[in-house]
C-alpha cells in the first residue's frame, strides 16, 4: 500500500493556463492507464515528465529512486531466466 510522504513545491510554470491544459490532454496519449508499471512507468514518472513539460525541471531524484532500483533487480532476474 502506499503511503504519502510529502508535497514537492516545484515552482511556477511561464505557461499559461490553456497551455497547461492542452499540454496534459497531449500527454494522454503517451500515458494511457494500461501502460501503468509500478516499477518503470508509475505516477513519480508522469509527475516528473509534467514537470519537465511544464519547463520546471525534473522532480527530486528520491521520487523515483526506489522504482528505479527495483526495476534494475527486475531487469537482471528477467535477463537471468531468459538466459536459462
Do not use: I
Amino acid at each position: 500500500s502506499h503511503s504519502y510522504r510529502t508535497s514537492v513545491d516545484m515552482g511556477c510554470t511561464r505557461l499559461s493556463e490553456q497551455q497547461v491544459l492542452q499540454t496534459v490532454l497531449d500527454m494522454r496519449v503517451d500515458w494511457p492507464g494500461t501502460c501503468y508499471d509500478m516499477l518503470r512507468r508509475n505516477c513519480c514518472h508522469f509527475s516528473d515528465e509534467v514537470c519537465r513539460k511544464l519547463g520546471l525541471g525534473s522532480v527530486p531524484f528520491w521520487t523515483t529512486n526506489l522504482a528505479g532500483a527495483g526495476a534494475a533487480v527486475k531487469g537482471a532476474y528477467d535477463d537471468a531466466v531468459d538466459a536459462l
